[in-house]
């Protein structure tokens, strides 16, 4: 078959394209790196749990340009910039620091489909850190403040006749200079401190819709009334608009309903299979809404039957339960860092790998530690089959002394400007991951960094979002509220505290450390709370920790969360190396220790 002369340009193009480009720095790189295409950069549709089929992605090589902040848009920019890699990391091809004084500008050219006349054009940004104000034909269309979560525009009364539209987007991000929520991020990194993600790090893209259409769906489960309550918004809701949501078991439809937008439908759903890391069955929605009898807007989304809540056992001590039935928790902090892309895995495939061997380990859980992951991630964690406990990034830290944390602590006195930043992001990324079934807990501070009115903000939590556990402070300035008392403890496991009426967690214990050669970040500058030689050593005391936490199980420990994943910059307590190369524990007998962890609470 003779190839078009269109696929034979197209194949040109992508070769010219990578040839151009290449990772910046001779840092670390995962296998993954190497599959990076600049001219099909993340081509995954970015929003499984809101899915079109039409939609053109703008990752790619764009200009760039680090200028003083305040400043006018630069008549001549600083060369290319790779999207969605951070201009710091190495896939950026940057590889640059941008400071509190400075903003980054992203400039590129796009055309919309002629197939789209008629249509609305959504410009659509999966996370730009911080804020991002952005123009489109020299026209400022407006901003979004918050580094971690999605945001869009109708961006079509600002395109041209012609077919070439020009896209701005301008970046300010005073990272630890500032009171946002940054999680881990810090212009002079060191130690436990990585480092900064400035400007767009998730996937940018378009899509048409008509002026009607569907802008969130939120399904929560309830498996003892055998229901999964929809509730469907739209960008205008009157009277006579319809939405419709069907209910498809391996695409046979089991329910449906109508309704208007923004009201909650209830499908019954009978003797459902409920979603667990065992068994992580996933219903389809097929989802429309209609105006004057005639469909507007179509998505594809998902769900699943599964309940996360707290009872007392046969003891009397207060467990988390899955599906009804005590279920101890267990896995890694996970921080979601990358030797290359920083905040951004190189590749979809790179993403679900970390998850897939999470799994492999014995573990069925993760804490996503202070900080929120692309929507595909959590996707990819309700399609494995893993709990996930989501942190809210910390931001505007104190100086709270380790002895302070805990024994009660101070809360930090905010401004009124970080507090309304806080709730506006907590918000957001809650809505985020409000639909996904792996996400079990919420985890709104971390170790007293930046926490403040604590009793408020898991009372908010809870008000927000009834169907989930809040642990209100993990390892931190300890509450009287919220589900969980999370206690820190390293090197190894200790229950120092116990609540009899809420439920008892470990939230951070391990850190055994691993410096493995040719496959460290700094060459001397690794840190771990204890280290060892080898991989033996590393299993040996891994197992030694396990059998103690085994046995704080029937004590009253409901969960435990082993630090960490992967190394990561300068720390080398990771499970695998920074770069996804070495696993540096003996992973049969990890895996062993971990299912005999869980099993216990069930003997």
Not at 74 to 99: H, M, R, Y
């Amino acid at each position: 078959m003779k190839k078009s002369v269109l696929t034979v340009c197209i194949a040109v193009l992508a070769v010219y394209a990578q040839a151009q480009w290449k990772p910046a720095g001779d840092k670390l790189k995962t296998s993954w790196a190497e599959q990076v295409n600049p001219a099909n950069v993340w081509p995954e549709y970015p929003r499984p749990q809101l899915e079109r089929t039409a939609w053109l992605n703008l990752n790619g090589e764009w200009e760039y340009a680090i200028r003083n902040r305040g400043l006018a848009e630069p008549t001549s920019f600083d060369g290319k910039i790779l999207v969605p890699f951070a201009v710091e990391s190495s896939l950026s091809g940057v590889q640059k620091g941008v400071n509190e004084k400075q903003e980054l500008w992203y400039k590129r050219t796009f055309s919309v489909p002629a197939a789209w006349k008629g249509k609305t054009v959504r410009l659509n940004f999966g996370a730009v850190d911080w804020r991002a104000d952005v123009f489109v034909n020299d026209i400022f269309i407006g901003s979004h403040q918050g580094g971690y979560t999605p945001f869009s525009f109708d961006i079509t009364p600002f395109l041209n006749s012609g077919s070439e539209q020009k896209l701005v987007v301008r970046v300010w991000d005073p990272t630890n200079k500032g009171f946002q929520p940054i999680g881990k991020q810090m212009l002079k990194p060191e130690g436990i401190w990585y480092t900064a993600v400035t400007g767009i790090w998730q996937t940018v893209w378009i899509e048409p819709v008509t002026a009607h259409h569907i802008t969130a769906v939120k399904a929560i489960p309830d498996i003892d009334a055998e229901v999964v309550e929809v509730t469907v918004k739209t960008s205008d809701c009157r009277s006579n608009d319809i939405i419709e949501v069907k209910l498809l078991d391996e695409g046979k439809p089991v329910a449906s309903g109508k309704g208007l937008s923004g009201k909650a439908l209830r499908l019954p759903v009978a003797s459902p299979k409920l979603w667990s890391p065992e068994s992580p069955y996933l219903y389809t929605l097929k989802i429309t809404v209609s105006r004057a009898g005639k469909v507007t807007d179509e998505v594809t989304s998902y769900t699943a039957m599964r309940k996360i809540s707290a009872a007392r056992d046969a003891q009397g001590i207060m467990r988390m339960q899955l599906n009804n039935r005590d279920y101890f928790q267990y896995g890694p902090l996970d921080q979601g860092w990358w030797p290359d892309g920083l905040y951004t895995a190189p590749t979809d495939e790179a993403l679900v790998y970390d998850i897939r061997k999470t799994k492999d380990f014995g573990f069925n859980m993760i804490r996503k530690h202070v900080k929120v992951e692309p929507a595909r991630w959590y996707y990819h964690c309700d399609k494995e089959g893993i709990l996930v406990w989501q942190d809210m990034p910390s931001g505007d830290r104190g100086n709270l002394l380790e002895w302070e944390r805990y024994n009660g602590g101070t809360d930090k006195n905010r401004t009124e400007e970080s507090v309304a930043d806080y709730y506006q992001e907590w918000q957001e990324i809650m809505d985020l991951c409000i639909s996904s079934p792996s996400v079990v807990v919420w985890v709104p501070f971390n170790e007293g960094w930046g926490q403040f009115d604590t009793e408020k903000v898991a009372v908010h939590t809870k008000a927000y979002d009834p169907s989930r556990l809040v642990n209100p402070a993990s390892g931190g300035n300890h509450r009287a509220c919220g589900d969980i008392l999370d206690l820190h403890h390293y090197p190894g496991p200790e229950m120092y505290l116990f609540d009899p009426l809420r439920v008892n967690v470990l939230g951070e214990y391990g850190g055994i450390g691993l410096p493995i050669e040719g496959h460290l970040w700094w060459e001397n500058r690794n840190w771990g709370y204890i280290q060892f030689k080898s991989r033996e050593e590393v299993t040996a005391e891994y197992v030694k920790y396990a059998k103690v936490l085994q046995g704080l199980v029937k004590r009253g420990f409901s969960a435990a969360v082993y630090t960490q994943t992967t190394d990561v910059e300068s720390e080398v307590n990771g499970l695998m190396t920074y770069d996804r190369k070495e696993i540096k524990v003996i992973e049969s007998q990890v895996r062993a220790a971990n299912l005999a962890v869980i099993s216990e609470l069930n003997k």
